[in-house]
């Protein structure tokens, strides 16, 4: 079996020297690791502050919560359900964009149409890596008078015209979970120049106390255990070399595919540095009749000859039962999002993939049948 994702992890000696560490000095959370962890993603990023929580979910409930903000966000529909459900738990109504047929990021017209309805929010996310329009948003969310905040979880070591993905909008939140570009087991990373919105943060991941306990603030429990940070310190130390893997395996799998006529690629600006958290391919569907899909036919064929293969994101979060039961979602067709939801197939890639396996999961795809 050829799996879709491998962990990205540092050697297990130097993190063991941390774990060791942290065991034997009986300080397993709220401690130094977490504060130099934050302090090095923040440099390595170029912002102000990052605040570490215990993962990409929580980071955004309390990003919005922080923020005070209420009433209507922009966010895309196509998309992990983790970036909707952040607003959910704020009482916050999603109104679903749009995402372009070929870069897979929200449409920066439909953002900005529905700007024009009294939103208070956009919300963006780096489709499998993939920076959005980030000029374009900046530029909207500007005129309109709204803040920005990007769901970056698959995002970090990813760079937009120069400029590392984290260092965007007012808030953009990183995953830390086991299939993301940067692995602490589970976590998040918030990074914002917003100084006191961090220390409001701080605050917020344990349970809203300031210090004195008679707290004024409703929080969680989101923090970082030592543990968690200590692997995620070494593994900054080859996020760089783990992102460079990734960009060259998928130019194979481009290399390897170019001659099936059906098949698309996820589309990347010149200027952008795509992270690849996932490999994502469009398998065509034009002529369907009522036919299984050719990409639901490639997954099938792919998995039965051992590789694990994921429809990203099907459905798309808008058709979730939970969001499709909401009028405001039922009223708007989303007809890109809807295609990309139908024919987007997300095929193996991890840093570690041997070139062998490429051109193996090449040829089984050269070799599905037709539907
Ligand atoms: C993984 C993921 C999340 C959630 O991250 P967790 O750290 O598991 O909470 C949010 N948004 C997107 C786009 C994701 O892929």
Redesign the pocket.
């Known amino acids: 079996m050829i799996p879709i994702s491998r962990p990205s992890l540092p050697p297990y000696s130097k993190v063991a020297k941390h774990w060791k560490h942290i065991y034997e000095s009986g300080m397993l959370t709220n401690h130094k690791y977490v504060e130099q962890l934050e302090k090095a993603v923040a440099a390595y990023i170029g912002v102000k502050e990052c605040v570490a929580v215990a ?3 929580s980071g955004l409930i309390l990003s919005f919560k922080a923020l005070g903000i209420r009433g209507k966000v922009v966010v895309p529909a196509f ?2 359900m ?2 909707a459900h952040a607003l959910l738990w704020n009482n916050i109504e999603p109104v679903f964009a749009d995402s372009n047929d070929d870069t897979m990021t929200v449409d920066t017209e439909d953002v900005e149409r529905l700007c024009k309805k009294g939103v208070s929010a956009i919300m963006a ?1 780096y489709t499998f890596g993939n920076p959005p329009d980030l000029a374009a948003l900046e530029d909207i969310a500007q005129r309109s008078g709204i803040p920005l905040i990007l ?1 970056a ?2 995002a970090l070591g990813g760079s937009y015209r120069g400029k590392k993905a984290g260092s965007f909008g007012k808030v953009e939140v990183f ?3 086991p299939t ?1 570009t940067l692995v602490s087991g ?1 976590g ?1 990373i918030i990074a914002t120049d917003d100084k006191d919105l961090a220390y409001r943060l701080r605050r917020l991941r344990d349970y809203g106390n300031d210090g004195n306990y008679d707290c004024e603030w409703l929080g969680l429990n989101a923090r970082m255990s030592e543990f968690h940070a200590a692997l995620a310190l070494e593994g900054l130390k080859i996020l760089d070399e783990n992102i460079k893997q990734r960009i060259k395996k998928a130019s194979r799998y481009k290399e390897c595919l170019a001659d099936v006529p059906w098949l698309k690629f996820q589309k990347v600006r010149e200027d952008c540095l795509c992270t690849y958290k996932d490999f994502a391919v469009i398998a065509e569907t034009s002529n369907l009749n009522g036919k299984k899909s050719l990409r639901d036919n490639l997954a099938e064929h792919l998995q039965f000859k051992g590789i694990q293969v994921k429809k990203y994101f099907c459905p798309a979060v808008h058709k979730l039962k939970i969001y499709d039961r909401m009028a405001p979602s039922r009223a708007r067709k989303l007809s890109k999002t809807e295609h990309l939801s139908r024919s987007v197939l997300c095929l193996p890639l991890h840093p570690n993939l041997a070139d062998t396996e490429i051109v193996c999961i090449a040829d089984a795809i050269r070799k599905a049948p037709s539907p």
């Open positions: 993962n990409c979910t998309t992990f983790a970036t996310v769901d979880a698959h995953s830390l979970s993301k589970e998040g």
